[in-house]
């Protein structure tokens, strides 16, 4: 499964921000679907993630409050929604794909590209 993130973007702090993930000609419904994050020096990190139904989320204590994660299964599309960005927030962020409802990155199987996103102070 090829995945496709997008939506990054450079935004001032307190800003928002939309990401998307989608695998194009492909359904995502099988799979519970997770966001990480990487920032430059650091290990990448998870930021939330939603089972294969939408019915279950979990965040990060970082994004708990300020981030959303939603799904869109008919169009095969699952969202970050990222309020009150912080340039602490600054990072390269990754969807990825799971069998199975979990926050642990080893458990996540596919992988999109990364979509960068730059808050300035």
């Known amino acids: 499964v090829q995945l496709q993130a997008s939506g990054g973007g450079l935004v001032q702090a307190g800003g928002s921000l939309r990401l998307s993930c989608t695998a194009p000609?492909?359904?995502?419904?099988?799979?519970?679907m997770g966001w990480f994050r990487q920032a430059p020096g650091k290990e990448r990190e998870f930021v939330a993630a939603?089972?294969?139904?939408?019915?279950?989320?979990y965040y990060a204590g970082s994004a708990k409050g300020r981030f959303s994660i939603s799904r869109d299964n008919a169009k095969k599309m699952v969202n970050l929604q990222m309020n009150s960005l912080k340039p602490e927030d600054t990072a390269v962020y990754y969807c990825?794909?799971?069998?199975?409802?979990?926050?642990?990155?080893?458990?996540?199987?596919?992988w999109g590209q990364g979509t960068q996103v730059t808050v300035s102070s």
């Open positions: 939603i089972s294969w139904s939408g019915g279950s989320t």
């Open positions: 000609g492909r359904t995502l419904s099988s799979y519970a």
């Open positions: 990825a794909a799971a069998w199975g409802f979990t926050r642990i990155e080893a458990e996540y199987k596919y």
